[in-house]
C-alpha cells in the first residue's frame, strides 16, 4: 500500500507516506467469523486457527462503504505440493491442490507449504481478505463467512433493508457464482460499527433455471441437505469446503466465473464468464441454459435482476447480455 499525494501536474507517489506499509506471503492475518479456530485451519505455528500468514495469487479487489479494500485470494493451489508419497484427498483435489507440477513449489523452500508436514495450511488460504488502508498497524483479516474457493473479486452494494449484499464469483472451469447477505446493516454515521458487517450472514449460491428463472440457494448448515449426516459438521466445514457444498445443493456450473459487477444505477448484475474447454465434455458441466456452447472457448456475460430489485431476494431473471467471439466463427447466435 502506497500513499498518493496530489501535485499541480497529477499524481505521485510518496515514499515516505505514513500509510505505506507491505503486504506479503508472511504478513500476519486474523482469521474471523465462522470458519475461525476450526480444527482445519490448526497449524503448527498457529494451534488456536486464528491468525494465518500472508496473502497471495491475489485477483482483483472490492471496495466497502466504511473505506476498507477486499483483496481476493484466488489461485493459491499453486504454492501447496509435497515430494512424499501421500494420498490426496478429494477435498484437496477439488481445489486442484497436490500436484507436483501445479505452480512455485514453495513447499520445496518453505515447510508450512509443504502438505505431508502441515496438511491445514491451504485451509488457510482461498478466501476474502479486509484490508484497512487508513491504519498501517491494523492486521488484515480473513473473512471467512464469505467462503473459501479462488475468489476474482467480492461486489458490495447496500440493500433496499440496510444490508450488505457482497456478489463473488469463483475463477475456475465448472464452479459457481455466489452471493454472501449480511446479517446486520449498514450505518453510515458510524463506520466503526461497521467493521465486522462481513463476519455474520449467509452465503448462498446461484442456480440458473433453463428458463430465464434463478435462485439463490442457501448454504446455511441444516439447509438443502448440508447436514453432519451428508459430511458437513457444521457450518465452518460448509465455508471452508464451499465448492462442496455448492455442488451438493445443486449450484449450476458456469463457464469460470471472472468479474462481477453491480449495475450502479439500476437492480441489475453482470458476471464475466472467461471460456470453458471442458462444457459439454465433462457430464458435470452439460450445455445449457447461460452456458450454451460447447467447448466454449470465447466466453460470455450474464445478466441478472433480481426480484423486485432487492439484492437480498431469493430469486432473481436472468439472461445472455452478450456471447463472444466472431458467430461466423463459432457458427453461434450473437446476442
Not at 37 to 51: I, R, S, Y
Not at 105 to 120: C, G, I
Request: hydrophobic share 35%; charged share 25%.
Amino acid at each position: 500500500i502506497l500513499t498518493l499525494t496530489q501535485q499541480e501536474k497529477g499524481w505521485r507517489f510518496d515514499i515516505n507516506g505514513r500509510f505505506n506499509r507491505r503486504i506479503d506471503a508472511n504478513t500476519p492475518m486474523r482469521i474471523s467469523g465462522p470458519a475461525q479456530g476450526h480444527k482445519l485451519l490448526k497449524t503448527k505455528a498457529d494451534p488456536k486457527g486464528e491468525v494465518a500468514l500472508g496473502t497471495f495469487n491475489n485477483c482483483a479487489n472490492g471496495m466497502t462503504p466504511w473505506g476498507t479494500y477486499l483483496t481476493c485470494e484466488e489461485n493459491f493451489n499453486g504454492y501447496f505440493g509435497t515430494d512424499a508419497d501421500l494420498e490426496i484427498s478429494s477435498e484437496f483435489a477439488r481445489y486442484g491442490i497436490g500436484r507436483k507440477d501445479a505452480g512455485y513449489s514453495w513447499y520445496k523452500f518453505d515447510q508450512r507449504f509443504d502438505l505431508s508436514k502441515e496438511p491445514n495450511e491451504p485451509h488457510r488460504f482461498g478466501w476474502v481478505v479486509e484490508i484497512d488502508p487508513r491504519d498501517p498497524s491494523a492486521l488484515p483479516v480473513k473473512r471467512t463467512a464469505l467462503g473459501r474457493f479462488k475468489h476474482e473479486n467480492a461486489e458490495l452494494v447496500i440493500a433496499q433493508d440496510g444490508r450488505v449484499v457482497v456478489y463473488l464469483g469463483d475463477d475456475e472451469r465448472g464452479e459457481h457464482i455466489y452471493r454472501f447477505v449480511s446479517r446486520d446493516t449498514y450505518n453510515p454515521t458510524n463506520q466503526d460499527a461497521n467493521r465486522n458487517l462481513l463476519d455474520e450472514g449467509e452465503l448462498f449460491v446461484a442456480k440458473f433455471n433453463e428458463d430465464g428463472s434463478g435462485e439463490w440457494l442457501s448454504l446455511c448448515h441444516g439447509q438443502n441437505g448440508l447436514t453432519a449426516e451428508n459430511g458437513f459438521a457444521n457450518q465452518a466445514d460448509i465455508l471452508i469446503h464451499a465448492r462442496q457444498a455448492a455442488t451438493f445443493v445443486g449450484a449450476t456450473t458456469m463457464d469460470r466465473p471472472e468479474w462481477v459487477a453491480v449495475h450502479p444505477h439500476e437492480p441489475m448484475v453482470f458476471c464475466t464468464l472467461t471460456n470453458n474447454k471442458n462444457r459439454g465434455v465433462a457430464d458435470s458441466q452439460p450445455v445449457g441454459g447461460p452456458n450454451p456452447r460447447a467447448e466454449n472457448h470465447y466466453g460470455q456475460i450474464v445478466r441478472w435482476v433480481p426480484t423486485a430489485g432487492e439484492h437480498t431476494a431469493k430469486d432473481f431473471q436472468w439472461d445472455l447480455f452478450l456471447m463472444a467471439g466472431n458467430p461466423n466463427l463459432y457458427g453461434g447466435t450473437p446476442y
